[in-house]
């Protein structure tokens, strides 16, 4: 199986910036991307950022210019710089891994908190 250990969030002012860290772990041989969601109270979850295993990348419109997804092969860890960050933004995000042939995996969420 594959295991996602998170790391980042906290609580910052509107304009600040935070990153985020997602370590995968266990059989990461099935990895095909990984990324970020997020979900606000009383909202669904959202695709913020995604990266595939041959890099292509993927944003919500709402982060383009402000969040880049990056990862390190070697280290099976996919990093979130989020600059400029927005009350709007404020969530639990939650890292995910898409996997070949079994259901995607999830971290356990970590709350990014942005003041006004």
């Known amino acids: 199986q594959v295991q996602l250990v998170e790391s980042g969030g906290g609580l910052v002012q509107a304009g600040g910036s935070l990153r985020l860290s997602c370590a995968a772990s266990?059989?990461?041989?099935?990895?095909?991307?990984m990324g970020w969601y997020r979900q606000a109270p009383g909202k669904q979850r959202e695709l913020v950022a995604q990266?595939?295993?041959?890099?292509?990348?993927n944003y919500a419109d709402s982060v383009k210019d402000r969040f880049t997804i990056s990862r390190d092969s070697v280290a099976n860890t996919v990093y979130l710089p989020m600059n400029s960050l927005k009350p709007e933004d404020t969530a639990v995000y939650y890292c995910n891994a898409v996997l070949r042939f079994f259901p995607d995996r999830w971290g356990q969420g970590t709350q990014v908190s942005v003041s006004s």
């Open positions: 990266i595939t295993s041959d890099g292509s990348t």
């Open positions: 266990g059989s990461t041989i099935r990895i095909n991307a």
